[in-house]
């Protein structure tokens, strides 16, 4: 989850599995990701999920990143979270899914 606020929205059914802030699983590295409720809080421009969808088919995430970053202005928050979904993304080695809201997974 991206921050601790999110992290205590959890469904019921997620409640006892292992879920950690970016920010605590910063320099770790997992088999399977899920990132929920990633852009639920705050105003994040909707290219990012354009940018999800295509870093998903991709395995070197960081050399995407100057693309991407260079055309975006963010603002403190923005820049935070930007920041966040880059590192959660790049800390799987198989497979990654996103859920928000009641979306299901991204497969």
Not at 6 to 21: A, G, H, I, R, S
Not at 70 to 84: R, S
Request: glycine share 4%.
């Amino acid at each position: 989850v991206r921050d601790q606020h999110v992290k205590q929205e959890l469904p019921d059914f997620m409640k006892t599995m292992l879920c950690l802030t970016v920010y605590e699983s910063k320099g770790l590295e997992f088999d399977d990701v899920i990132l929920f409720n990633f852009f639920a809080m705050g105003e994040i421009k909707s290219n990012l999920w354009k940018l999800l969808n295509q870093i998903q088919e991709l395995r070197n995430f960081r050399k995407m990143l100057p693309d991407w970053i260079l055309d975006v202005k963010p603002g403190e928050e923005d820049a935070y979270v930007e920041a966040a979904l880059v590192e959660a993304i790049t800390q799987y080695r198989e497979e990654k899914k996103a859920k928000e809201g009641g979306e299901q997974p991204a497969e």
